[in-house]
């Protein structure tokens, strides 16, 4: 822009020059500077129009692709609930090349994933104390004696990382306290679930992640070095089964006895029956790991002989215990303590001969359980267990029984017969000959009853008319050709009529979006018709356009029926605008579904249009580009012309500035020196007369 003039006036002419010079200089502008500008504006306008037709088209060649496509518009996939059960058992998502049928679809087996619980601990901070190691899927994870559950946990995680990952992630459930108990995780699901492999010190089975077993014996009753077929047994030992000490005297003991014997102090076995060939044997399973005592020099070579070592992930059965009865005497009571006189933790109950003891209690599946014995001179706490244990109508019976036994601590405890989720418990009541009324305590849980293995990894089992699928993951995508089921529920016996049918609406939509791309176009064409539009008379946008109705009219020579876009609904009116209607469409596209594919298809219309807008926009050589890349040469070259015509004329204002100025300075010393003689001539005068 033009520097403004300076204000300045003839102080010795009178002359107001700053007025003569913006007058020489606006003429200047307008000579030289406005019919630039003019261009510039027109050029601008141009390509405004040019980058508005460049969207236009490009929303075109998204219309026209959409349509080019196999199976344009889509497919529908409907499936029906369960006539049986009213549950949806699988959702489906058709591609748009996906063929129209029906399918018989059957779930059977939902893909799961594969999920095991540890045991409880009572604080997730505290060190554990536990040194060793185990491996979850061929992973090794060591455990130092200061890891904490929570720092066994990030070790866990950590192995789940990089090229080698375990696949398996922990977490810890929280008990609600300061405790918990650890998680795995599969994170896939499928049949390859969680391999455990327990290593030095057993730490799996510390963790509670699986069981303890001996090898199989043949007998329960025999003696197990008997059973073994062992000539010389080792000497008596004790051995730490979880949290207590057994001694185990394989000479004399059976399977039987060292079973009764760790479930009395407390801890949970069994005896389970193994199929070998045509015979039976017998294994003891615990919960817990299983070590020797440091110190006796003959536990190991007991664990040796019973071969104890990481069993499987079984269901741990809960176990309840009452409190610590003794007799009269503060001395731990036995199955051969008389029942009157009974203290229960030091106190005194005041049971005596003629009271009655009542029994209350749930089994494991949580059937009520209400027995009683009244005290008799003679009865003792055998008699108790008997009750409490009786086939009839104690825990004993039943679907679920529980078998009662007595600690070397006192302790009645009941242990359920099947592992899992458990509401075994009980309560002693007092009822005495006068009345009154006492208790010999109520039942708290010392094993809770648990499945290790929360869920089971597995595949899923689908079956499509007859042929049967197994596939690690819910969302199915090879049972049918471009269909992907996702499975939500299993119900065999149930098979649900999949119904794979053409979007005809979605189709008709993407036709319908194709002819409003095309009017944009010509509503766009029609506007620069108009004299003062900016594109006005352009040969390059007519030829463009003309290029698109050429498309419009494309025709398949193969279809028997359509051959022509007017024949499927689609037609020009006298103002060259697109009409659609929907109607004759749908019925062409169900008459005729394969035909109207291939007269919008590659060699049909869709394809034409694509051609034909992708050569309109194409880089560098199409004739939207060339059009708007010769605007912004032009427009280059016009500002620099414009930019030396606003240089040269601030070059004349200031050259005429300068000659003002000099002008006016001229004047003034005229007048100066007119006025000086005028002065020195009325001087002369004065002195004259």
């Given amino acids: 822009m033009t520097a403004p003039i300076a204000n300045f006036s003839g102080l010795s002419s009178g002359v107001q020059w700053n007025d003569i010079v913006a007058s020489i200089v606006a003429a200047d502008e307008a000579r030289l500077v406005n019919p630039i500008t003019a261009q510039l504006e027109r050029g601008t306008a141009q390509r405004e129009a040019w980058t ?5 088209v490009d929303t075109l060649n998204e219309s026209a692709r959409a349509v080019r496509a196999p199976g344009f518009g889509g497919f529908t996939a409907t499936a029906p609930v369960s006539a049986t059960s009213g549950r949806a058992l699988f959702t489906a998502q058709a591609s748009s090349l996906a063929t129209a049928g029906r399918y018989r679809v059957e779930v059977l087996q939902l893909a799961e994933t594969a999920r095991l619980g540890g045991r409880a601990y009572a604080s997730r901070t505290d060190a554990l104390g536990l040194t060793g190691d185990f491996a979850i899927n061929g992973q090794s994870i060591a455990i130092e004696a200061t890891d904490s559950l929570t720092q066994v946990r990030d070790r866990i995680n950590a192995a789940n990382t990089g090229a080698t990952a375990t696949g398996v992630s922990a977490s810890i459930v929280s008990d609600g306290g300061t405790g918990g108990r650890l998680v795995l995780t599969r994170t896939t699901p499928g049949a390859d679930g ?13 963790f509670g992640f699986l069981d303890s077993r001996t090898r199989m014996v043949s ?3 025999d003696a197990i070095a008997a059973s073994l077929g062992i000539a010389v047994s080792p000497p008596p030992a004790s051995v730490r089964v979880g949290d207590q000490l057994i001694t185990f005297d394989l000479a004399t003991d059976s399977l039987a006895t060292i079973v009764a014997r760790i479930n009395a102090a407390g801890g949970q076995a069994a005896a389970e029956a193994v199929t070998f060939g045509d015979e039976t044997r017998y294994q003891l399973v615990t919960d817990g790991n299983v070590q020797a005592v440091d110190g006796d020099a003959n536990s190991q070579a007991v664990l040796d002989a019973l071969g104890f070592g990481a069993g499987t992930t079984g269901a741990v059965r809960q176990v309840v215990r009452g409190g610590a009865l003794t007799d009269t005497s503060d001395v731990v009571a036995t199955a051969a303590t008389p029942l009157a006189g009974l203290r229960l933790d030091g106190t005194d109950v005041a049971l005596a001969n003629g009271d009655a003891i009542n029994v209350r209690g749930v089994r494991g599946d949580g059937t009520e359980v209400t027995i009683g014995i009244a005290i008799d001179p003679g009865e003792t706490l ?8 009786d086939a009839t109508s104690g825990f004993g019976a039943g679907d679920r029984p529980a078998t009662a036994s007595l600690g070397p601590d006192g302790r009645i405890r009941l242990a359920d ?14 009822v005495r000959a006068d009345g009154s009324t006492g208790s010999l305590g109520s039942s708290s849980i010392e094993t809770a009853g648990r499945q290790r293995e929360l869920q089971a990894g597995r595949d ?3 079956r499509v008319d007859g042929t049967e699928f197994v596939r690690s993951t819910n969302s199915i995508t090879d049972a049918i050709p471009n269909v992907t089921l996702s499975l939500t529920e299993a119900e065999v016996g149930t098979a649900i009529d999949l119904d794979i049918a053409r979007n005809e609406q979605g189709a008709s939509d993407a036709v319908k979006k194709l002819v409003d791309s095309y009017n944009a176009i010509q509503t766009f064409f029609n506007e620069q018709r108009a004299s003062d539009a900016p594109l006005y008379a352009n040969s390059l946008l007519r030829s463009v356009v003309s290029s698109f109705t050429a498309a419009l009219r494309t025709e398949t020579a193969t279809n028997a029926t359509y051959s022509r876009a007017t024949l499927m609904g689609v037609t020009l009116d006298r103002n060259g605008a697109l009409t659609f209607n929907a109607d004759t469409f749908r019925q062409a596209l169900a008459a005729a579904p394969t035909e109207v594919e291939a007269l919008l298809g590659f060699s049909g219309i869709g394809g034409a249009f694509v051609g034909a807008t992708d050569r309109a926009t194409a880089f560098s050589t199409g004739a939207i580009s060339t059009q708007v890349r010769s605007l912004d040469s032009s427009a280059e070259r016009l500002r620099l012309r414009e930019a030396d015509a606003r240089r040269r004329i601030e070059e004349r204002r200031e050259a005429l500035v300068r000659q003002f100025t000099q002008m006016e300075a001229a004047l003034s010393r005229l007048s100066s020196q007119g006025n000086a003689v005028a002065g020195l001539t009325a001087s002369l005068l004065n002195n004259q007369r």
Avoid: H, P, V, Y
């Fill in 52 to 56: 508005r037709f460049r969207t236009l």
């Fill in 194 to 206: 969680i391999t455990l492999t327990d290593g030095t010190g057993g730490m799996a089975r510390e």
């Fill in 219 to 221: 007998s329960m009753t």
């Fill in 382 to 389: 055998q008699d108790l267990l008997d009750k409490l244990n």
């Fill in 417 to 430: 017969s099947a592992g899992g989720a458990s509401r075994l418990s009980f309560s002693l009541d007092i």
């Fill in 460 to 462: 899923a089992i689908i």
